[in-house]
Nanobody, 122 residues
Framework: VQLQASGGGLVQAGGSLRLSCVGSGRSFSNYVMGWFRQAPGKEREFVAAISWRGRRTYYADSGKGRFSISRDNAKNTVYLQMNNLKPADTADYYC????????????????WGQGTLVTVSS
């Protein structure tokens, strides 16, 4: 599946953004979808994931209570709603697709979109 992320931008601390990722090619609903992020000088890290039909989700501790992942398989799209953003959330955000549930490992996600930059000012 090919993935295209969008929705990044500059926002003040406390603000919100919604990222989108559109998939094309092989059936989007066959994949667990995830979001990762990579801050300057840091390793890419897991943010959130959602199951094939959207019934289950899990989050990294950094985003619990502030981030919400969802998907619309009819639109081949996964979303990441980010609220109460903090300067520490500044990063390139990547969507990714996996065939297995329950993993946060980069190597388990076989398809990646390009990053979309989120910058949170203090």
């Amino acid at each position: 599946v090919q993935l295209q992320a969008s929705g990044g931008g500059l926002v003040q601390a406390g603000g919100s953004l919604r990222l989108s990722c559109v998939g094309s090619g092989r059936s989007f609903s066959n994949y667990v979808m995830g979001w990762f992020r990579q801050a300057p000088g840091k390793e890419r890290e897991f943010v959130a994931a959602i199951s094939w039909r959207g019934r289950r989700t899990y989050y990294a501790d950094s985003g619990k209570g502030r981030f919400s992942i969802s998907r619309d398989n009819a639109k081949n799209t996964v979303y990441l709603q980010m609220n109460n953003l903090k300067p520490a959330d500044t990063a390139d955000y990547y969507c990714a697709a996996a065939e297995q549930w329950g993993t946060t490992m980069l190597a388990d996600f076989s398809s990646w979109g390009q990053g979309t930059l989120v910058t949170v000012s203090s």
